[in-house]
C-alpha cells in the first residue's frame, strides 16, 4: 500500500470524503502545468500485463489568454511525444486535506480535442480546450525501444543496475540485488528481457507513483490490510471466479545449454494429489492432465539444486493461481497491485488475496481481482 497518515487512513475508513483528480504536466523532466482538473477518470493497473498501468482522462481547460490547448504540432503542451502527467487525488474531509500520488503516465493518444470559441471584435477566438487524453505508465517507453543489435550486459554483477540502464528510469532499490548469468542475452525486444532480469531476483519491475521503477517480490507479502463488510466495513462486495490459464501442476528444471540439442531436465516436481495432481496414484493421466512450467538458469548445475529449486517453484504456479475473487469496496487511493489482503465477511469464510488488477474512476467505489490462495 501507498504510505499514508494515519489521519488519512482514518479518513479512507470512514467512507465520508470527497475526491478530486487533478493532474501536472511534465516534458524532460520539467513541469509546464500545475494543478489542472481532469474528468472522465478511468484508470486500470493489471499486474499480469507487461505495461502494467493505463488510463484515460480529459482535460477541460478555461484559458484567461486567448490560448488553446489542442494539440496540432509534436511540441505542443499535449501532444503524444514525450508528454507526461503526473496524476493525484486530493481527498477532502471538512478541514481536512491530503494529495496522493496516483501514478506518472505518457500520453500516448489524443483521441479526440477541440477548442471552445467565443466571438470578440469581429472575430473568434478560443477561450478553453476539451482535450481527451489515452494514457500508459512510463513503462510503454521501454515496451516502444529496440536494441539496435543483439547484445548482453556489459556487467554481471547487479540486476538492478542492468534494469537502470537498460530503461533508464530512477530505481528504487526495494529488494535484494543479485548477479546476472554469463549466457544472459537480449535480441531486440527492451521490456520482456527487463522482466526476464528482475526474475533472477524473484521480483518483478512495476513503476511507482512518483515515475521511479521498483520491485515487487514474486512471493506473496505479509498482509498489508484487513477489509470487512457491513456498515462499518468498506467492503461493498465479493464475487468469486476460477480460471485455469496459467494454472501449472508440474516444474520442470532445464539446463542452460546454448544449442537447443542438448538442453537435458535437471529435476522436476509435481503435485502428486487432489484435483490439480499431474497424474493418478497409478501413473495413468490425471482428469485436468499434465501441465508443466518450465525454467531455466546458468545458476543451477547439479541435480540437487533443480529438484530443490523446483520444489520451491511449484506453489507459486500451480495453487496460487487457481482462483479469483472479484471485489468492490469503497474508494481508496493508497492500494496498490501486489497488495495482499484479508477480507472478512459475516457468516462466510476469511479470503486472503493478492490483488492483481485495480480499476479506478469517478465513482464512489473501485474494483479490484485478487487471486486466493
Known amino acids: 500500500m501507498r504510505e499514508a497518515s494515519e489521519q488519512l487512513r482514518d479518513v479512507l475508513r470512514s467512507g465520508s470524503f470527497d475526491v478530486q483528480w487533478v493532474a501536472d504536466v511534465y516534458y524532460d523532466g520539467t513541469r509546464r502545468m500545475a494543478n489542472i482538473d481532469i474528468t472522465r477518470p478511468s484508470f486500470t493497473d493489471d499486474r499480469t500485463a507487461k505495461v502494467q498501468g493505463s488510463g484515460s482522462c480529459t482535460v477541460v481547460w478555461t484559458s484567461d489568454f486567448a490560448a488553446s490547448l489542442t494539440p496540432r504540432a509534436a511540441s505542443d503542451m499535449l501532444a503524444p511525444f514525450g508528454a507526461e502527467l503526473s496524476i493525484a487525488v486530493l481527498i477532502t474531509a471538512g478541514s481536512f486535506t491530503s494529495r496522493v500520488q496516483m501514478g506518472w503516465y505518457r500520453i500516448d493518444e489524443v483521441p479526440n480535442a477541440a477548442d471552445h470559441l467565443e466571438e470578440f471584435a469581429g472575430r473568434l477566438i478560443p477561450v478553453g480546450s476539451t482535450v481527451e487524453l489515452t494514457l500508459m505508465d512510463r513503462m510503454r517507453k521501454t515496451q516502444k525501444d529496440r536494441f539496435d543489435v543483439p547484445s548482453s550486459p556489459p556487467q554481471k554483477l547487479s540486476v538492478l543496475t542492468e534494469a537502470q540502464r537498460i530503461t533508464g528510469f530512477q530505481i528504487v532499490r526495494e529488494l535484494p540485488d543479485g548477479a546476472i548469468p554469463k549466457s544472459f542475452a537480449y535480441e531486440e525486444e527492451r521490456l520482456d528481457p527487463l522482466y526476464d532480469l528482475l526474475a533472477l531476483i524473484d521480483a518483478e519491475p512495476y513503476m511507482r507513483p512518483d ?163
Open 211 to 373: 515515475g521511479s521503477m521498483g520491485q515487487r517480490p514474486l512471493d506473496w507479502p505479509v498482509v498489508t490490510d484487513v477489509l470487512t463488510d457491513g456498515s462499518d466495513g468498506t467492503v461493498v462486495s465479493v464475487g468469486n471466479s476460477m480460471s485455469a490459464e496459467k494454472v501449472y501442476n508440474r516444474v520442470a528444471v532445464r539446463s542452460s545449454a546454448s544449442d537447443d540439442s542438448d538442453v537435458q531436465i535437471l529435476g522436476s516436481a509435481q503435485i502428486t494429489d487432489g484435483p490439480l495432481r499431474a497424474v493418478n496414484a497409478d501413473g495413468s493421466p490425471s482428469p485436468y492432465g499434465r501441465v508443466t512450467y518450465y525454467y531455466s538458469s546458468d545458476f543451477i548445475t547439479t541435480r540437487a539444486q533443480a529438484n530443490a529449486y523446483a520444489a520451491q517453484l511449484l506453489p507459486r504456479v500451480s495453487s496460487l493461481r487457481t482462483r479469483e475473487v472479484p471485489v468492490e469496496e469503497v474508494f481508496n487511493p493508497l492500494r496498490q497491485v501486489g497488495d495482499v489482503l484479508e477480507v472478512r465477511q459475516r457468516g462466510r469464510d476469511t479470503i486472503v488475496g493478492r490483488v492483481k488488477t485495480l480499476d479506478r474512476g469517478e465513482g464512489a467505489t473501485q474494483q479490484m481481482t485478487l487471486e486466493v490462495q
